[in-house]
């Protein structure tokens, strides 16, 4: 007989990803970034659309152009960045945020070229915080309550490296306490890890303390195993 077609995972479901790297001016010519190539998030967005979802996906910088079929706003700033995944959050069943975003940015923006001087001392850069764009979120769906439009599943992102005091996954179980989101994606980075490459490995906590999840290998096998932790939280 013709039984109906497996539905896929994510049918009928949103999915607002953001991706890439903030840039925070200094001077018209000039920026502090990140290494952050965009191409985890672009794995994230094809793996989701592959699953069935709607993809919004918010590009901040990225090495490559955002994937083909997704719905798609761009940002440079932390701050614009914040906007943007605000508005594509609204009606969204997740949010996954893997963009790398500036922590600071220089508290005073100087509208033409900053020049060196011999009679001058070299100038010194001051930086503000940036608003932490995840965790306001999870404090605004809280404040929502029941009635609320903002996705019931956020994921969040850790790039750690270990120091002496703590492991990776030590700062990465601290940081889904802090931030409140229910999934986080423990990822360890160094010169030659991660950024800009092709291979990834990640370790997935649960704030509902299921077991932790490893995944390795391309950055779509990564995306693959993310987005099925993500259909199988929403399954509940
Ligand atoms: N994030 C955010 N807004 C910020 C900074 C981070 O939304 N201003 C998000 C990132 O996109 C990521 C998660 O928060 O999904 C964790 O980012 P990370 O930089 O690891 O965490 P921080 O809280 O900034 O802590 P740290 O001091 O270790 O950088
Ligand atoms: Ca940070």
Redesign the pocket.
Known sequence: GEGAPAELPLAGRILAI?AGGTREPLDPVRYLGNRSSGRQGIALAKAAMAAGARVRFIAAHMDQPAPEGVELSTAST?RQLQAAVNEAARGADVLI?????A?FRPAEYVDSKIKKSDEHADPVITLVR??????LLVADRAAQGLVGDLPGLIV?????TGDAENSVLEYGAA?LAR?GCELLVVNEVGENLTFGTDENSVTILFANAAEPVHAAGSKDDVAAAIIAAVAGALRG
Request: hydrophobic content about 50%; aromatic content about 4%.
């Open positions: 953001s932390a945020m893997s963009a790398a975003v922590d940036n608003p932490d764009i995840l965790a969040g992102f850790a790039a750690e940081k931030k």
